[in-house]
Protein backbone atom coordinates (compact mmCIF):
# COMPACT_ATOMS: atom_id res chain seq x y z
CA UNK A 1 0.00 0.00 0.00
CA UNK A 2 1.14 3.31 -0.75
CA UNK A 3 -0.10 6.76 0.20
CA UNK A 4 0.51 10.22 -1.65
CA UNK A 5 2.84 12.44 0.24
CA UNK A 6 2.32 15.41 -2.57
CA UNK A 7 2.20 15.41 -6.14
CA UNK A 8 3.76 12.52 -8.30
CA UNK A 9 5.51 11.49 -4.63
CA UNK A 10 4.85 8.28 -2.87
CA UNK A 11 5.89 6.85 -0.32
CA UNK A 12 6.33 3.28 1.14
CA UNK A 13 4.82 2.75 4.68
CA UNK A 14 7.38 2.80 7.48
CA UNK A 15 8.65 0.06 9.65
CA UNK A 16 6.37 -1.10 12.27
CA UNK A 17 7.08 -2.98 16.13
CA UNK A 18 10.59 -1.54 16.34
CA UNK A 19 12.16 -2.54 19.44
CA UNK A 20 15.29 -3.32 20.88
CA UNK A 21 16.96 -7.06 21.86
CA UNK A 22 20.13 -6.57 24.58
CA UNK A 23 21.67 -9.62 26.00
CA UNK A 24 24.64 -9.92 27.59
CA UNK A 25 25.36 -6.67 26.05
CA UNK A 26 24.67 -7.21 22.52
CA UNK A 27 22.55 -4.77 21.14
CA UNK A 28 20.41 -5.95 18.25
CA UNK A 29 17.33 -3.80 16.72
CA UNK A 30 14.56 -5.23 15.32
CA UNK A 31 11.45 -4.90 13.33
CA UNK A 32 8.05 -6.28 11.76
CA UNK A 33 9.14 -6.44 8.17
CA UNK A 34 6.40 -4.87 5.48
CA UNK A 35 4.12 -6.71 3.98
CA UNK A 36 3.49 -3.94 0.98
CA UNK A 37 3.39 -5.37 -2.18
CA UNK A 38 6.53 -4.59 -3.84
CA UNK A 39 8.48 -5.14 -7.11
CA UNK A 40 11.61 -5.20 -5.72
CA UNK A 41 13.18 -5.97 -2.09
CA UNK A 42 12.05 -4.11 0.51
CA UNK A 43 15.41 -2.11 1.54
CA UNK A 44 16.30 -1.01 5.16
CA UNK A 45 18.22 1.96 6.77
CA UNK A 46 19.45 2.62 10.48
CA UNK A 47 20.72 5.29 12.28
CA UNK A 48 21.48 6.18 15.57
CA UNK A 49 22.32 9.50 17.78
CA UNK A 50 24.36 9.49 21.51
CA UNK A 51 25.23 12.11 23.73
CA UNK A 52 28.58 12.63 21.16
CA UNK A 53 26.15 12.60 17.69
CA UNK A 54 23.77 15.10 19.95
CA UNK A 55 26.21 17.67 21.56
CA UNK A 56 29.43 17.39 19.57
CA UNK A 57 28.04 16.81 15.88
CA UNK A 58 25.41 19.09 16.57
CA UNK A 59 22.22 16.72 16.62
CA UNK A 60 23.37 14.73 13.99
CA UNK A 61 22.58 11.21 13.20
CA UNK A 62 24.69 8.89 11.87
CA UNK A 63 24.37 5.59 9.89
CA UNK A 64 24.81 2.15 11.06
CA UNK A 65 27.18 1.07 8.25
CA UNK A 66 26.44 -2.70 8.27
CA UNK A 67 23.15 -1.56 8.20
CA UNK A 68 22.03 0.28 4.99
CA UNK A 69 19.93 -1.11 2.21
CA UNK A 70 19.74 -4.02 4.09
CA UNK A 71 16.79 -6.85 3.26
CA UNK A 72 17.38 -8.64 7.19
CA UNK A 73 14.97 -6.94 9.32
CA UNK A 74 17.54 -7.36 11.87
CA UNK A 75 20.71 -4.56 12.94
CA UNK A 76 23.50 -5.21 15.20
CA UNK A 77 24.32 -2.09 16.79
CA UNK A 78 27.17 -3.96 19.04
CA UNK A 79 30.15 -1.99 17.42
CA UNK A 80 27.86 1.07 17.66
CA UNK A 81 26.64 1.62 20.87
CA UNK A 82 30.12 2.50 22.31
CA UNK A 83 29.13 4.28 25.51
CA UNK A 84 27.20 4.31 28.52
CA UNK A 85 24.90 7.25 27.16
CA UNK A 86 20.98 7.48 26.19
CA UNK A 87 20.77 6.41 22.12
CA UNK A 88 18.22 7.11 20.28
CA UNK A 89 17.88 4.96 17.20
CA UNK A 90 15.43 4.83 13.44
CA UNK A 91 14.60 2.52 11.07
CA UNK A 92 13.58 3.46 7.37
CA UNK A 93 12.32 1.37 4.45
CA UNK A 94 12.87 1.85 0.79
CA UNK A 95 10.98 -0.18 -1.97
CA UNK A 96 12.52 0.93 -5.35
CA UNK A 97 12.30 4.90 -5.99
CA UNK A 98 9.57 4.90 -2.85
CA UNK A 99 11.08 5.62 0.93
CA UNK A 100 9.18 5.86 3.84
CA UNK A 101 9.47 7.93 7.06
CA UNK A 102 11.39 7.36 9.91
CA UNK A 103 10.38 5.21 12.77
CA UNK A 104 12.12 6.02 16.12
CA UNK A 105 12.55 3.63 18.85
CA UNK A 106 11.44 4.49 21.91
CA UNK A 107 12.78 5.24 24.37
CA UNK A 108 15.67 5.73 23.63
CA UNK A 109 18.07 2.69 24.70
CA UNK A 110 20.79 2.46 27.11
CA UNK A 111 23.83 -0.59 27.25
CA UNK A 112 23.16 -0.31 30.63
CA UNK A 113 19.97 -1.84 30.27
CA UNK A 114 21.19 -5.27 28.60
CA UNK A 115 19.80 -8.52 29.92
CA UNK A 116 22.44 -10.60 31.54
CA UNK A 117 22.17 -13.98 31.56
CA UNK A 118 23.63 -16.41 34.59
CA UNK A 119 27.44 -17.40 32.72
CA UNK A 120 28.58 -20.54 31.42
CA UNK A 121 30.91 -22.10 34.67
CA UNK A 122 33.01 -24.76 34.93
CA UNK A 123 35.01 -25.97 38.48
CA UNK A 124 38.18 -28.33 38.33
CA UNK A 125 40.16 -28.94 41.30
CA UNK A 126 43.82 -28.86 40.89
CA UNK A 127 46.06 -30.00 43.58
CA UNK A 128 45.29 -27.37 46.51
CA UNK A 129 43.22 -25.09 44.94
CA UNK A 130 40.02 -24.43 42.58
CA UNK A 131 40.27 -23.70 38.65
CA UNK A 132 37.21 -21.52 37.85
CA UNK A 133 36.95 -21.08 34.30
CA UNK A 134 33.93 -18.98 32.41
CA UNK A 135 32.43 -19.23 28.56
CA UNK A 136 31.97 -15.61 26.37
CA UNK A 137 31.32 -13.03 29.31
CA UNK A 138 29.66 -9.79 28.62
CA UNK A 139 31.87 -6.74 27.82
CA UNK A 140 32.37 -3.97 30.88
CA UNK A 141 31.27 -6.38 33.14
CA UNK A 142 32.35 -8.54 36.16
CA UNK A 143 32.33 -11.84 37.77
CA UNK A 144 30.92 -12.16 41.27
CA UNK A 145 32.70 -15.88 42.41
CA UNK A 146 31.34 -17.05 46.05
CA UNK A 147 33.18 -20.05 47.25
CA UNK A 148 32.41 -21.71 50.24
CA UNK A 149 33.10 -25.13 51.99
CA UNK A 150 30.10 -27.51 51.95
CA UNK A 151 30.27 -28.70 55.64
CA UNK A 152 30.38 -24.58 57.03
CA UNK A 153 28.18 -21.59 56.19
CA UNK A 154 30.56 -18.76 55.87
CA UNK A 155 31.48 -17.87 52.15
CA UNK A 156 34.27 -15.82 50.16
CA UNK A 157 33.69 -13.70 47.76
CA UNK A 158 35.93 -12.93 44.59
CA UNK A 159 35.68 -10.34 42.07
CA UNK A 160 36.98 -10.95 38.13
CA UNK A 161 36.87 -8.96 35.51
CA UNK A 162 35.14 -10.78 32.57
CA UNK A 163 38.48 -10.22 30.36
CA UNK A 164 40.45 -12.47 32.72
CA UNK A 165 37.70 -15.77 32.08
CA UNK A 166 39.55 -17.40 34.84
CA UNK A 167 39.75 -17.44 38.73
CA UNK A 168 42.45 -19.47 40.53
CA UNK A 169 41.76 -19.79 44.42
CA UNK A 170 44.68 -22.11 46.19
CA UNK A 171 45.92 -22.75 49.52
CA UNK A 172 42.61 -24.89 50.70
CA UNK A 173 42.14 -27.53 52.75
CA UNK A 174 41.50 -31.48 52.29
CA UNK A 175 37.88 -30.66 51.99
CA UNK A 176 34.50 -30.61 49.64
CA UNK A 177 34.12 -27.20 48.00
CA UNK A 178 31.07 -25.55 46.46
CA UNK A 179 30.83 -22.46 43.29
CA UNK A 180 28.34 -20.28 42.13
CA UNK A 181 29.24 -17.16 40.25
CA UNK A 182 27.42 -14.31 38.68
CA UNK A 183 28.08 -11.36 36.30
CA UNK A 184 27.81 -8.00 37.52
CA UNK A 185 27.37 -4.79 35.18
CA UNK A 186 28.15 -0.97 36.45
CA UNK A 187 27.21 -2.64 40.10
CA UNK A 188 23.76 -2.12 38.80
CA UNK A 189 22.70 -4.52 36.40
CA UNK A 190 23.05 -8.36 37.97
CA UNK A 191 22.33 -11.73 36.27
CA UNK A 192 20.90 -14.58 38.16
CA UNK A 193 23.48 -16.54 39.90
CA UNK A 194 24.47 -20.18 38.21
CA UNK A 195 23.76 -23.42 40.06
CA UNK A 196 26.43 -24.63 42.63
CA UNK A 197 29.29 -27.24 41.56
CA UNK A 198 30.75 -28.76 44.28
CA UNK A 199 33.92 -30.40 43.71
CA UNK A 200 36.39 -32.26 46.21
CA UNK A 201 40.12 -30.97 46.98
CA UNK A 202 42.49 -33.81 47.42
CA UNK A 203 45.22 -31.91 48.67
CA UNK A 204 48.44 -30.25 47.28
CA UNK A 205 50.27 -31.47 44.36
CA UNK A 206 54.18 -30.58 43.21
CA UNK A 207 54.92 -33.05 40.68
CA UNK A 208 52.30 -34.23 38.97
CA UNK A 209 51.82 -33.16 35.40
CA UNK A 210 47.60 -32.37 35.74
CA UNK A 211 49.20 -29.57 38.19
CA UNK A 212 50.21 -26.51 35.65
CA UNK A 213 48.98 -24.20 38.04
CA UNK A 214 50.67 -25.46 41.28
CA UNK A 215 54.50 -24.15 41.56
CA UNK A 216 56.55 -26.44 43.04
CA UNK A 217 58.03 -25.49 46.33
CA UNK A 218 61.07 -22.83 46.62
CA UNK A 219 63.20 -25.29 47.91
CA UNK A 220 63.10 -28.26 45.10
CA UNK A 221 65.73 -26.33 42.77
CA UNK A 222 67.93 -24.86 44.81
CA UNK A 223 68.54 -28.25 46.56
CA UNK A 224 68.56 -29.73 43.05
CA UNK A 225 71.89 -27.58 42.22
CA UNK A 226 73.47 -28.18 45.95
CA UNK A 227 73.25 -31.71 45.30
CA UNK A 228 74.30 -31.52 41.97
CA UNK A 229 77.44 -30.07 43.16
CA UNK A 230 78.37 -32.35 46.11
CA UNK A 231 78.25 -35.57 44.09
CA UNK A 232 80.43 -34.22 41.16
CA UNK A 233 82.89 -32.87 43.88
CA UNK A 234 82.93 -36.07 45.67
CA UNK A 235 83.19 -37.87 42.81
CA UNK A 236 86.39 -35.88 41.47
CA UNK A 237 88.08 -36.02 44.56
CA UNK A 238 87.46 -40.01 44.71
CA UNK A 239 89.25 -40.12 41.10
CA UNK A 240 92.38 -37.98 42.65
CA UNK A 241 92.73 -39.41 45.58
CA UNK A 242 92.48 -43.08 43.89
CA UNK A 243 95.41 -41.91 41.38
CA UNK A 244 97.61 -40.11 44.45
CA UNK A 245 97.54 -43.76 46.78
CA UNK A 246 97.59 -46.62 44.09
CA UNK A 247 100.34 -49.04 44.60
CA UNK A 248 102.85 -49.73 41.78
CA UNK A 249 101.41 -53.10 41.07
CA UNK A 250 98.14 -52.70 41.35
CA UNK A 251 98.61 -49.58 38.97
CA UNK A 252 99.96 -51.53 36.04
CA UNK A 253 97.69 -54.00 36.39
CA UNK A 254 94.96 -50.89 35.65
CA UNK A 255 97.51 -48.74 33.40
CA UNK A 256 99.08 -51.35 31.63
CA UNK A 257 101.49 -50.31 29.26
CA UNK A 258 100.50 -51.94 25.59
CA UNK A 259 104.04 -52.60 23.73
CA UNK A 260 104.46 -50.87 20.50
CA UNK A 261 103.07 -52.59 16.97
CA UNK A 262 105.57 -54.42 14.87
CA UNK A 263 105.09 -51.70 12.05
CA UNK A 264 106.42 -48.56 14.14
CA UNK A 265 109.20 -50.31 15.27
CA UNK A 266 112.83 -48.72 13.90
CA UNK A 267 114.03 -51.67 13.11
CA UNK A 268 114.52 -51.41 9.03
CA UNK A 269 118.48 -52.28 6.91
CA UNK A 270 119.42 -48.66 5.40
CA UNK A 271 121.98 -48.52 2.81
CA UNK A 272 123.37 -46.13 0.83
CA UNK A 273 124.54 -46.33 -2.33
CA UNK A 274 127.91 -45.03 -3.70
CA UNK A 275 129.99 -44.89 -6.77
CA UNK A 276 132.34 -47.76 -8.27
CA UNK A 277 135.27 -45.63 -7.63
CA UNK A 278 134.25 -45.65 -3.64
CA UNK A 279 133.24 -49.01 -3.37
CA UNK A 280 135.54 -50.30 -0.88
CA UNK A 281 133.69 -47.21 1.34
CA UNK A 282 130.13 -49.16 1.30
CA UNK A 283 129.51 -49.82 5.06
CA UNK A 284 126.12 -52.14 5.69
CA UNK A 285 124.37 -50.00 8.42
CA UNK A 286 121.64 -51.79 10.32
CA UNK A 287 119.30 -49.62 12.79
CA UNK A 288 117.92 -51.70 15.58
CA UNK A 289 116.08 -50.63 18.52
CA UNK A 290 116.76 -53.59 20.18
CA UNK A 291 120.66 -54.33 19.79
CA UNK A 292 123.29 -54.02 22.90
CA UNK A 293 125.08 -50.40 22.58
CA UNK A 294 128.46 -51.62 21.34
CA UNK A 295 130.40 -50.81 17.83
CA UNK A 296 129.15 -52.42 14.88
Not at 92 to 112: D, Y
Not at 117 to 129: K, Y
Not at 174 to 202: F, G, H, M, P, W
Request: negative net charge.
Amino acid sequence: MKCPLSAGVFTQLAPSRVFMESVDMRHVLKWRPLQASCSTAVLYSVQFQGEFELSVLNDSWVDALECQLTSDPRCDLTDDLGSDSDYRLRVKAKCGAATSAWTELSPPFNRRDTVLMAPEMSVMAVGDSLQVSFGKLPLNADVRVTVWRKDQEKAVEYWMPAEQRVLSVSGLQVAQYCVRAQTVLKDQNRSDSTNEQCISITGPCFYCEKCPLVQTPPWRKPTAVLLSVVFTAGFLLAVFWGVAHCHPDRCRTFFRKEPLPHSLKADWVIQIPISPEDAELCELIQVCSDCPSEDL
